[in-house]
């Protein structure tokens, strides 16, 4: 699993039957302080019904797509699992930032 941000839609007027009519998003991979890491664009699918912007969990492996959907069939691999209200940072000593939570603030929660 990892942190994501939504930066696009993906439109495929024909795509896999097994698809079903969830949205294609395109999403970026953030570090834990929220800022995007460098690498490639990743196109998941959407369950939870997310948007541009809304920074997401991913789930990037195809068996987890597949007993999600109970389907051996489906044609994904990258599965948008849920919507990042905040992650909490904690810095450990020696300045090592350690997650503890899911905002990139590194305030105490309130």
């Given at each position: 699993m990892y942190l994501a941000r939504v930066v696009g839609d993906v439109i495929a007027t024909h795509r896999h039957p097994n698809?079903?009519?969830?949205?294609?998003l395109l999403v970026k991979r953030l570090a834990l302080d929220g800022t995007e890491e460098g690498g490639a664009e990743v196109i998941a699918l959407d369950v939870v019904g997310v948007g541009v912007g809304e920074r997401v969990l991913i789930v990037q492996e195809g068996n987890a797509a597949r007993t999600l959907f109970r389907n051996d069939r489906i044609p994904v691999q990258a599965v948008i699992a849920?919507?990042?209200?905040?992650?909490?940072?904690?810095?450990?000593e020696g300045g090592r930032a350690v997650a503890d939570g899911a905002s990139g603030s590194t305030e105490p929660p309130r």
């Open positions: 698809l079903g009519g969830h949205k294609l849920g919507v990042v209200d905040d992650v909490q940072l904690h810095v450990a």
